[in-house]
């Protein structure tokens, strides 16, 4: 429901932005409103089940096992973070939004009645409310639902991209490494040097495809087919990617162009699925 500020297009969110201090409050508003309808049970105690005249037993481990104190110091290398209503006033931001993540990946329930856990609806929930929040502090981020972490709040294209379909014809190695690296580029702490290596592991999917590539995006026009090549694995072979040696360009701005790279090699990986779903 949008109510007469949103419909009337009268919110001065421009100049409402909250601090560290604020989002760490309001963090934790959210986090008991899940708490308290005990969705972080599963993560944090595992499943029980009750028999008559028997004592409980757990039929599924904690989701964060050994238990929750070491699951957090082993994703954050340090210790003082849980119990999250005691510590999370001295989170950084990093901390905050590890820890957001991490309860994003284990939030959910378990039907005794299905014997099947329940968790799309919660995270669904729960990045609703922590990103109705996170685009107020600074210029803005936002929790991917599909990835899962935490990024920048994208421009349209990256949003886009992020939530093309996976071609059906994409294998789960290839999956996997393009996750890997989508998350390596994008999630909020990540630096020049990651960067790169996420644009590098997109080239490493393409290269074992090179010669299958050159023909499926010929297929339409008839160019030489290695113009498609020169073009697509030129970049990361003369502009410091995959190589470090002194015929490299190395004095260009890496923050645009390395965007750049991203989406294109992204978007060249995609098409290549769809293409080879196309003309099989």
């Given at each position: 429901?949008?109510?007469y500020?949103?419909?009337?297009?009268?919110?001065?969110?421009?100049?409402?932005?909250?601090?560290?201090?604020?989002?760490?409050?309001?963090?934790?508003?959210v986090?008991?409103?899940?708490?308290?309808?005990?969705?972080?049970?599963?993560?944090?105690?595992?499943?029980?089940?009750?028999?008559?005249?028997?004592?409980?037993?757990?039929?599924?481990?904690?989701?964060?096992?050994?238990?929750?104190?070491?699951?957090?110091?082993?994703?954050?290398?340090?210790?003082?973070?849980?119990?999250?209503?005691?510590?999370?006033?001295?989170?950084?931001?990093?901390?905050?939004?590890?820890?957001?993540?991490?309860?994003y990946d284990?939030?959910?329930?378990?039907?005794?009645k299905?014997?099947?856990?329940?968790?799309?609806?919660?995270?669904?929930e729960?990045?609703?409310?922590?990103?109705?929040?996170?685009?107020?502090y600074?210029?803005?981020?936002?929790?991917?639902?599909?990835?899962?972490?935490?990024?920048?709040?994208?421009?349209?294209?990256?949003?886009?991209?992020?939530?093309?379909?996976?071609?059906?014809?994409?294998?789960?190695?290839?999956?996997e490494?393009?996750?890997?690296?989508?998350?390596?580029?994008?999630?909020?702490?990540?630096?020049?040097?990651?960067?790169?290596?996420?644009?590098?592991?997109?080239?490493?999917?393409?290269?074992?495809?090179r010669?299958?590539?050159?023909?499926?995006?010929?297929?339409?026009?008839?160019?030489?087919?290695?113009?498609?090549?020169?073009?697509?694995?030129?970049?990361?072979?003369?502009?410091?990617?995959?190589?470090?040696?002194?015929?490299?360009?190395?004095?260009?701005?890496?923050?645009?162009?390395?965007?750049?790279?991203?989406?294109?090699?992204?978007?060249?990986?995609?098409?290549?699925?769809?293409?080879?779903?196309?003309?099989?």
């Open positions: 429901m949008k109510y500020a949103e419909r009337n297009n009268l919110l001065n969110n421009n100049n409402f932005f909250i601090s560290i201090d604020e989002l760490r409050e309001y963090f934790l508003q986090y008991r409103y899940f708490d308290n309808m005990k969705l972080f049970d599963v993560a944090y105690r595992g499943v029980w089940q009750s028999e008559m005249y028997k004592e409980d037993y757990q039929i599924h481990p904690p989701t964060m096992s050994p238990s929750p104190e070491i699951f957090f110091i082993n994703h954050l290398n340090k210790d003082n973070v849980y119990p999250i209503w005691e510590h999370y006033d001295y989170y950084s931001e990093e901390d905050l939004f590890t820890v957001v993540e991490i309860l284990n939030i959910g329930s378990y039907d005794y299905e014997r099947a856990f329940v968790k799309d609806e919660h995270k669904r729960f990045a609703l409310h922590i990103n109705n929040l996170l685009k107020l600074k210029n803005g981020f936002y929790l991917n639902e599909k990835h899962g972490f935490i990024m920048e709040l994208p421009n349209d294209a990256v949003n886009a991209l992020m939530q093309e379909t996976i071609p059906v014809s994409m294998d789960e190695t290839v999956i490494q393009l996750k890997t690296a989508v998350k390596m580029f994008y999630r909020f702490d990540s630096n020049e040097e990651q960067k790169k290596k996420a644009i590098n592991i997109l080239a490493d999917i393409l290269e074992p495809l010669e299958e590539l050159k023909t499926l995006l010929n297929k339409e026009y008839e160019v030489s087919k290695n113009d498609h090549d020169k073009i697509i694995f030129g970049i990361v072979n003369n502009f410091n990617i995959r190589h470090n040696d002194k015929k490299q360009h190395t004095e260009y701005s890496k923050s645009v162009w390395y965007d750049w790279m991203m989406q294109y090699y992204t978007s060249v990986i995609i098409t290549y699925y769809k293409l080879k779903i196309h003309y099989e």
